[in-house]
């Protein structure tokens, strides 16, 4: 490991962004004091609701936005200090695809590359264009590209001046199941190779499935940091759904002390929490009760859960 390389791809420090009141509204605070730390390698989740400071916070890492208050640095350059640098070590991948549809692929990224300096013999266009899927429509006018072909290009767009981090701030929103696998299997080779990735996205499973750590914010604030094991194991409750063999109209007495539920005659469904209760507990009242089960099932506590858990939980700033 070399002396040289920053622990953490992002730190973030007291980081408060407060917007400026109109004649309708007054100041509105968008970030509240954030802390943040993502390790260098890391595949790091951002999630929180709409509105809940994701966007902002993006912002101001890629100094598009001036903080309020705070610090913040990008590859161990402070954003104000060393901006260039800073900027330099980041490349976001942003919601709206912003292309110019006259260009080609290949002159999108030959612009890019000239805008942040890399000189010509060092640019990659034809492997960033290889690595998304689009050598084939490297010459063709970017208005002629499908919605998934663009967000693509937006992927190597970011990439031209190889940052070693990456945001992708919902990369798949609109984008069939086939092209979404393909990009993430792009982002992982990436990450594999050193790439520090940082996700935004609503679609909580993508995040489960990808990341190592998730940070949920809300309200300006992260209410939660924490690798993605850790983060599921919050929630204290399990569901076991059982099949049985034959119809019942009630539930014996010995199963209803476990919370469970008849939602058909022949399928009980019983939530429970496993540091209270065992499934051989259950499965042992079940065969007591003279019960035979055909099927059996259970369905783990998922991101969305624990997600949802957080939100409501922390109380809205009046």
Same mark, same amino acid.
């Given at each position: 490991?070399?002396?040289s390389?920053?622990?953490?791809?992002?730190?973030?420090?007291?980081?408060?962004?407060?917007?400026?009141?109109? @004649?309708?509204a007054?100041? @509105?605070?968008? #970030?509240?004091?954030?802390?943040?730390a993502?390790?260098?390698?890391?595949?790091?989740?951002?999630?929180?609701?709409?509105?809940?400071?994701k966007?902002?916070?993006?912002?101001i890492?890629?100094?598009?936005?001036v903080?309020?208050?705070?610090?913040?640095?990008?590859?161990?350059? /402070?954003?104000?200090?060393?901006?260039? &640098?800073a900027?330099?070590?980041?490349?976001?991948?942003?919601? %709206? #695809?912003?292309?110019d549809?006259?260009?080609?692929?290949?002159?999108?990224?030959?612009v890019?590359?000239g805008l942040?300096?890399? =000189?010509?013999?060092?640019?990659?266009?034809?492997?960033l $264009?290889?690595?998304?899927?689009?050598?084939?429509?490297?010459?063709?006018?970017?208005?002629?590209?499908?919605?998934?072909m663009?967000?693509?290009l937006?992927?190597?767009?970011?990439?031209?001046?190889?940052p =070693? *981090? $990456?945001?992708?701030d919902e990369?798949?929103a609109?984008?069939?199941?086939?092209l979404?696998?393909? #990009?993430w299997r792009?982002?992982?080779? !990436?990450?594999?190779?050193?790439?520090t990735? +940082?996700?935004?996205?609503?679609?909580?499973?993508?995040?489960e499935? $990808?990341?190592?750590?998730?940070?949920?914010?809300?309200?300006?604030?992260?209410?939660?940091?924490?690798?993605?094991?850790?983060?599921l194991?919050r929630?204290d409750? &399990?569901? !076991?759904?059982?099949t049985?063999?034959?119809?019942?109209?009630? $539930?014996?007495a010995s199963?209803v002390?476990f919370?469970?539920?008849?939602?058909?005659?022949?399928?009980v *469904?019983i939530?429970?929490?496993?540091?209270?209760?065992? +499934?051989g %507990?259950?499965?042992?009242?079940?065969a007591a009760?003279?019960?035979?089960? +055909?099927?059996l099932?259970?369905?783990e506590?998922?991101?969305? /859960?624990?997600?949802l858990?957080? *939100?409501r939980?922390q109380?809205?700033?009046?």
């Open positions: 490991m070399s002396a390389l920053p622990a953490n791809a992002v730190e973030v420090s007291g980081l408060v962004k407060t917007y400026a009141g109109t @004649k309708k007054g100041p @509105k605070t968008a #970030l509240k004091g954030i802390d943040l993502i390790p260098r390698g890391a595949m790091f989740g951002f999630l929180g609701p709409n509105g809940a400071g966007s902002t916070l993006i912002n890492l890629a100094g598009l936005v903080k309020t208050a705070g610090s913040a640095k990008v590859w161990g350059y /402070d954003i104000d200090r060393d901006t260039r &640098k900027k330099s070590a980041i490349g976001v991948v942003p919601q %709206e #695809l912003n292309l549809p006259f260009f080609t692929p290949r002159e999108i990224l030959e890019q590359a942040y300096g890399v =000189p010509k013999a060092e640019r990659r266009t034809n492997e $264009l290889e690595a998304v899927g689009l050598a084939d429509k490297g010459d063709a006018y970017a208005r002629t590209l499908s919605g998934g663009r967000r693509r937006m992927v190597a767009k970011a990439m031209v001046h190889a =070693p *981090v $990456l945001i992708l990369p798949t609109g984008v069939d199941i086939e979404r696998q393909a #990009l792009y982002v992982r080779e !990436l990450n594999a190779r050193g790439t990735i +940082v996700l935004t996205t609503h679609y909580l499973q993508e995040a499935e $990808l990341c190592d750590t998730i940070a949920i914010i809300n309200h300006g604030e992260v209410v939660a940091c924490e690798p993605t094991q850790t983060l194991a929630t409750a &399990k569901e !076991l759904w059982l049985l063999d034959r119809d019942v109209a009630a $539930l014996p199963l002390a919370s469970a539920e008849l939602p058909s005659p022949r399928k *469904v939530r429970y929490q496993p540091s209270r209760a065992q +499934v %507990e259950i499965l042992a009242a079940v009760a003279d019960l035979r089960i +055909v099927d099932s259970t369905k506590t998922d991101l969305e /859960d624990v997600f858990q957080l *939100v939980e109380p809205r700033a009046a």
